[in-house]
C-alpha cells in the first residue's frame, strides 16, 4: 500500500525531503516505518528518542498501524510560540 | 468570539489588542512572544519558524477553543507567525478577555503552554555563525 | 525601566504596549482592566475613580519597582485613570517585559493584585437609578 | 496642635468634606480622631469597621499617634484597577 510521509524541521533535513510517498506493507506500524527511514537516512538515529508522530494530523504512538493512503507525519519536539 | 490565524506577515498588535474584549469583560490580557536576541548566551541575529500548517492551525484552534470553554472568554485571539522574524517582533500574540482577570490570566498562559507543548511548529535561531533547531521548552 | 503613570485622559494602549519590551524580552505581558457594562446584576452606565493623588502615585510605584525587582523585569509600565470612565474603556494597563514568560506573567498579576490591595483609588459605578462606591475587590 | 484631616469616597461623602485642619490634643491617636469625626458626622458609623489611615502618605493601624503638622487620611477599602 501507498502512505505519504512528511517529515519537519531536523527531521526534515536529516531524511533531505519534506514529503515523499512510501510503498509499504499492509499494517505497517510507525516504529517501522521509522526503521525503514532509518537505513536510508542515517542521521535520523540521533533523533530518534524524541520524536513524536501525526498520523492524517493526529498525534498517534509509534506503535499505531496504517492505512493506505494516510500520512504520516514525523517531527522532532515542537518549539513555536 | 475564537479567532485563530497563522500568517507569515508581522502580526498587528494594535489591531488584535483592539478587537479583544467586550463590554461585559473586566479584563484583557494579551501575551506577546517576541523574537530575543540571545539564547543560551549566544546572539541571535533572527529566528525562522517552520510549521506543519494543517496540523497547526488545527492544534492552535483547539487551544483557544479549549481555554475559552474552560475560562468562559468571552474573546479568544491567537496569531502566529511562520518564516523569518526579525529580533525584537511578535513570533506570536494572544489575547483573551473575560469579566474577571484571573480566567483572562489562566487562559492565555494555558495558550501559551500549550502551543509551546503540541503546536507544530519549529523554531531556528541563527547566529553570526550558523543556526539550530530549538528542540526544548523555556 | 518603569514608568508609572496616572492620569485623567484615556489611556493609548497602543503606545504602552509598543514602549514595552526591549530586544532581550521573550515575553511582553499586558493587562488591561476595562470598565464593564454590569456589575453583581446591575447594568453600569459608567464609572468614576477618585485617587489619593500623592499616595496612590507612590503606592503604584512601590509595586511596580517591587515586581520589577522580584521578577527581574525589563520594562514595566503601569498607567490607571482617575475621574469618568466610559464602559469600554482601559481603567488601568499594566505592561511587563522580561525574558521569560513566566515572570512577565507573575509581575502583571502581582501588580494588579496589589492595586487591589493597597492603591488608594477607589471605584464609583453608576446605574441608570443611582450610583455605589465599590469597596470590595473582585 | 494643628492635624489635617483628608477623606475620600464613602468616608468623603459621609463626613462631607474632602480636606479639614482640626486642633486637637498632643499625642491624639488615630482612633481617637476618627471617635471625634464620629460625633459630628454620624453617618461615619456604617463604615467604622473597614477603614483604612495613613498618615502623611504612609499606611498606619488606628493606635498610631499623631504630630503637629501631619496629614491623616482616612478611606474605605480600595478598589481601584
Known amino acids: 500500500m501507498k502512505i505519504k510521509i512528511k517529515a519537519f524541521a531536523s527531521v526534515r533535513e536529516a531524511c533531505g525531503f519534506d514529503e515523499k510517498e512510501l510503498t509499504v ?9 521509522v526503521l525503514l ?45 | 468570539m475564537v479567532q485563530v490565524v497563522i500568517q507569515q506577515e508581522p502580526i498587528d498588535i494594535t489591531r488584535v489588542t483592539a478587537d479583544a474584549g467586550t463590554d461585559s469583560d473586566g479584563a484583557v490580557v494579551v501575551f506577546i512572544g517576541r523574537a530575543r536576541n540571545n539564547s543560551n548566551g549566544r546572539t541571535v541575529t533572527r529566528l525562522e519558524y517552520e510549521i506543519y500548517d494543517g496540523m497547526a492551525h488545527k492544534e492552535l484552534r483547539k487551544a483557544a477553543e479549549d481555554a ?6 468571552n474573546s479568544c485571539i491567537v496569531v502566529h507567525r511562520y518564516g523569518p522574524v526579525a529580533i525584537g517582533e511578535a513570533s506570536i500574540i494572544i489575547a483573551t478577555s473575560a469579566p474577571h482577570r484571573d480566567n483572562a ?4 498562559q494555558y495558550i ?8 507544530p511548529i519549529w523554531k531556528k535561531e541563527y547566529y553570526s555563525d550558523g543556526s539550530s533547531w530549538i528542540h526544548e521548552t523555556e
Open chain 2, 68 to 73: 475559552s470553554a474552560r475560562w468562559s472568554l
Open chain 2, 112 to 119: 501559551i503552554d500549550t502551543v509551546k507543548e503540541k503546536v
Open chain 1, 37 to 81: 527511514l532509518e537505513k536510508s537516512h542515517g542521521s535520523l538515529s540521533d533523533l530518534l528518542e524524541s520524536l513524536l508522530y501525526a498520523i492524517n494530523e493526529d498525534y498517534c504512538h509509534d506503535d499505531a498501524t496504517l492505512s493506505s493512503g494516510d500520512t504520516l507525519a514525523i517531527f522532532p519536539p515542537v518549539s513555536g510560540g
Open chain 1, 25 to 33: 506493507s499492509d499494517g505497517i506500524t510507525v516504529k517501522e516505518v
Open chain 2, 105 to 108: 490570566f489562566e487562559a492565555a
